[in-house]
């Protein structure tokens, strides 16, 4: 059961999205979201079947969207790093998630609720701690090392608002007019002007994380509705030769001393590159393994995303919402059960389609929400607002290492009965950008150099 500020702060981003539309009404006091006011044009390519939603980058024209991507892609380092950020919505219950199992305090605080203390797999890295038993993904990442753990994230004050936090989160400070995401001021720096893959939400609206002032963004419901082929046709015999023929006479023109054939020829030969790279996605796609099978589109987008990265196409960041929703305010276990398992099943089918891909130390993967769940269940059975949560790091090129310490229950909890933060999300940020993505933190986050850097990579 979700609370009101739950459901207007979901609403309120979708209005973002749907820019010129209007916004509903905000209370005083609440931050506008990130990206408000950002142009959205809907874009059919020429190539027929590529329908995506692009977000800024006036420069960009309906001519050139193509030629854009697909020069991006050809020019795109073999080892391009990619980071997913995936958003666990409502506030996930990080004292469910990873149970204090050798804490006496967590069971009388929960007499109902509580995860029984013999339920799911240990956590190695603290004898308190056990993963819950729905969290079974996560749990053999972490076996392998490849799960970087923050057990107790957040931030001081916590405003434990959704609206507010999310706000917080999606810009990287704790500032209530920042308008740009804390990934949208990274593609600023790094991105290219006729590239709109670069920050890719998947999704029917912009994730506000990817909110740019200069640089076009997208969102795709889909992979496989990113196509150079016409949805819904079979494959014409001839559609390769043509597009060889294509490519053939692009190399021609490519070296010639006139400036127009020359810029020509080379959009020819980027084009051939990039409808190589997607034959996969012509008339859908296969994975290497297996994902879990669901209504929710999760699964599907997540399988969609790995092949999408193995074709070579120009993403740097990708942006998608987990299934289920976790702000649990009666009956928890039901929504939060469910949903993280689908949730943590993915992910590891994801990690294992990317390495079965030959790309996995390309990609980190960021999992994360706005908050965790108060020490206490209430009289639904559930539990309410909380401050620090817990959030993940995935990818074989990390530690797997724990990040920050877990307070427990027992002398971990402040005033409120919330559990006390032992990592700040903007120290977690900054050690993103500056070891996996090669960039200045300090100008990307509004006082950067204040938080503490972590060891992220081996």
Request: charged share 15%; with cysteine; aromatic share 8%.
């Amino acid at each position: 059961m979700s609370c009101r500020d739950c459901t207007r702060t979901d609403l309120l981003r979708r209005a973002v999205a749907e820019a010129g539309r209007g916004l509903p009404e905000i209370e005083p006091g609440m931050p506008l979201p990130a990206g408000t006011g950002m142009t959205r044009r809907d874009f059919v390519s020429r190539t027929a079947g590529l329908a995506l939603a692009v977000y800024g980058g006036s420069a960009l024209s309906r001519f050139a969207l193509d030629d854009g991507i697909a020069a991006a892609a050809a020019g795109q380092p073999a080892n391009q790093k990619v980071l997913v950020s995936v958003f666990l919505a409502g506030g996930i219950d990080s004292l469910s998630v990873l149970f204090p199992a050798g804490d006496p305090l967590y069971y009388s605080l929960r007499p109902n609720i509580a995860v029984g203390q013999t339920q799911g797999t240990p956590f190695a890295e603290d004898s308190r701690l056990r993963w819950h038993p729905t969290a079974g993904g996560l749990s053999t990442l972490h076996s392998e090392g490849k799960v970087s753990v923050v057990p107790a994230i957040g931030y001081s004050n916590s405003d434990q608002s959704h609206f507010t936090s999310r706000h917080y989160w999606e810009v990287g400070a704790t500032d209530r007019g920042l308008r740009t995401g804390w990934l949208g001021r990274y593609l600023d720096r790094v991105g290219t002007i006729d590239n709109p893959l670069q920050g890719l939400s998947f999704d029917t609206t912009l994730q506000p994380a990817l909110a740019t002032v200069k640089m076009p963004v997208a969102t795709l419901l889909a992979a496989d509705q990113y196509t150079f082929a016409p949805p819904g046709l079979t494959a014409h015999p001839l559609e390769a030769s043509m597009f060889q023929e294509a490519a053939n006479i692009g190399a021609a023109h490519a070296v010639s001393s006139d400036a127009g054939l020359a810029t020509a020829g080379k959009a020819a030969l980027a084009s051939h590159h990039l409808a190589a790279g997607l034959g996969a996605f012509a008339y859908g796609f296969k994975t290497p393994v297996p994902y879990p099978s669901s209504t929710d589109p999760f699964p599907h987008r997540m399988a969609g995303l790995a092949a999408m990265i193995a074709a070579g196409l120009p993403l740097r960041v990708a942006t998608i919402t987990s299934p289920g929703h976790f702000d649990t305010h009666a009956t928890q276990a039901t929504a939060f059960n469910s949903g993280l398992q689908l949730t943590s099943d993915t992910l590891l089918a994801f990690q294992r389609d990317l390495e079965s891909r030959g790309v996995a130390d390309r990609v980190l993967v960021h999992v994360w929400s706005e908050f965790g769940r108060r020490g206490g269940e209430n009289a639904s059975a559930g539990t309410d607002h909380g401050s620090a949560g817990i959030g993940f790091l995935i990818g074989t090129r990390l530690k797997g290492q724990q990040l920050g310490s877990f307070p427990g229950v027992t002398g971990g909890l402040d005033g409120s009965g919330n559990l006390r933060s032992t990592a700040d999300y903007r120290g977690v940020y900054a050690s993103i950008l500056e070891q996996w993505l090669d960039a200045d933190a300090n100008s990307i986050l509004p006082g950067g150099a204040g938080f503490q850097r972590y060891s992220l990579l081996k």
